[in-house]
C-alpha cells in the first residue's frame, strides 16, 4: 500500500510540475467523414512526455488526476493548447468552404467544477478559436445531476459548442435524460466495434443506437475502427463519422497538418 501511495504522489507531483511548466503534449486523432472519406475534424488526447517514462499515455494518470482535483487544470490546458494547435488548421479549412471540428475531452470534476463555463469561454476568447468549431466530449456520468448538467449543457449551447457523448454505450444514462438535455452527437464506444462483423448481437446495438440517435436528432461518431471493412459496414449501417487506427493514430499537431495537406 505504501508503495502504491508513494507511487500516487511522484504521478501527481509530476503533473502538477509538467502543467506549470507546459510539458504535457497534446496528439490528434483525426475524425473522418463516413461517406465522403475526408478528414472532418481530430480529437485532441493528452500526452505526458516522461523523461525517465516515455511518453506516458492518460490511462495511467487521468484518473489520479481526477481523484486529487489536479483534472480542472490539465483540463484548462489542454483546452487552450489544443485551440492555439489547431487555430490556423481550423481557420484554413474554413475559408476553404470545407469544416473542422477539434473534439476535447472534459472529465466528470472537471464539467461539474464551479468555474467550468467560464473557463470554456476564456479560452475561446484568448486563442480566437472559433465556439462552433469546438466540440466538448463529455461521459455519461457528467449527466447524473440532471438539473445542474442541464444548466451547464445550456450555456454550452449558447456559447456554441457542441456536445458528444463520449464512450456512449457503457454507461448508466437513461434515455429520457437524453432526450431532454442539448446532447448533439453521440460517440458510440470501440467495445461494440470489436466484434462487428462476426458478431450479430453487436451489429443490432449498433443499429438501435443508430435508429435511436436518428430519432434524437444526434449525429454518431464511431470509435476504435480499425479496417476498411469496418468503416464500409458502419456506414452502411447510417453512421456518419469514425475515428480510429485505420484512418490514423493520435499524432502530434505537425503530422496531422502534414496528413491533411498530403
Ligand atoms: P477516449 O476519449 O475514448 O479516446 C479514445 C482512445 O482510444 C484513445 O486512447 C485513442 O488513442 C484510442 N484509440 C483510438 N483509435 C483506436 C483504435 O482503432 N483501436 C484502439 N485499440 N484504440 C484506439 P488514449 O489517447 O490513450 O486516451 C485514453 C482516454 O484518456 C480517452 O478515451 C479519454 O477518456 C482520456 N483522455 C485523453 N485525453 C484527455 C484529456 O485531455 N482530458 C480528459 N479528461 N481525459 C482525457
Ligand atoms: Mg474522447
Ligand atoms: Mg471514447
Redesign the pocket.
Known amino acids: 500500500m505504501s508503495a502504491r501511495t508513494g507511487e500516487r504522489m511522484l504521478i501527481e507531483q509530476g503533473l502538477r510540475q509538467a502543467i506549470a511548466n507546459d510539458g504535457l503534449a497534446v496528439?490528434y486523432?483525426p475524425r473522418v467523414d463516413l461517406v465522403g472519406r475526408r478528414i472532418v475534424g481530430a480529437?485532441?488526447?493528452?500526452r505526458w512526455p516522461h523523461p525517465e517514462r516515455g511518453i506516458v499515455?492518460?490511462?495511467s494518470f487521468?484518473a489520479i488526476a481526477e481523484e486529487s482535483g489536479i483534472?480542472e487544470q490539465?483540463?484548462r490546458w489542454?483546452l487552450r493548447r489544443a485551440c492555439n494547435e489547431m487555430l490556423g488548421l481550423e481557420r484554413r479549412i474554413r475559408e476553404s468552404g470545407g469544416q473542422f471540428h477539434l473534439a476535447?475531452?472534459?472529465?466528470a470534476r472537471?464539467f461539474m467544477g464551479s468555474d467550468f463555463i467560464d473557463n470554456v469561454r476564456s479560452v475561446l476568447e484568448e486563442t480566437g478559436f472559433p465556439p462552433t468549431s469546438l466540440e466538448l466530449?463529455i461521459t455519461e456520468s457528467c449527466l447524473q445531476t440532471t438539473e445542474r448538467s442541464l444548466t451547464l449543457l445550456k450555456a454550452l449551447d449558447t456559447l456554441g459548442v457542441t456536445v458528444s457523448i463520449?464512450?456512449f454505450g457503457t454507461g448508466y444514462s437513461s434515455l429520457s435524460v437524453l432526450r431532454d438535455l442539448p446532447v448533439h452527437r453521440v460517440k458510440i464506444d470501440?467495445s461494440f466495434i470489436v466484434d462487428l462483423q462476426s458478431s450479430e448481437s453487436q451489429q443490432a446495438m449498433v443499429k438501435a443506437i443508430v435508429a435511436l440517435s436518428r430519432i434524437m436528432h444526434m449525429s454518431i461518431t464511431v470509435?476504435?475502427?480499425?479496417t476498411l471493412e469496418q468503416a464500409d459496414l458502419l456506414q452502411e449501417m447510417g453512421c456518419h463519422q469514425g475515428?480510429?487506427?485505420?484512418f490514423g493514430?493520435?499524432m502530434a499537431s505537425g503530422d496531422l497538418l502534414r496528413l491533411i495537406e498530403a
Open positions: 496528439y486523432q480529437e485532441a488526447l493528452v499515455s492518460p490511462d487521468i483534472i490539465l483540463g489542454v476535447v475531452n472534459v472529465s472537471q466530449e463520449d464512450d470501440r470509435e476504435g475502427i480499425e475515428q480510429g487506427y485505420h493514430h493520435p
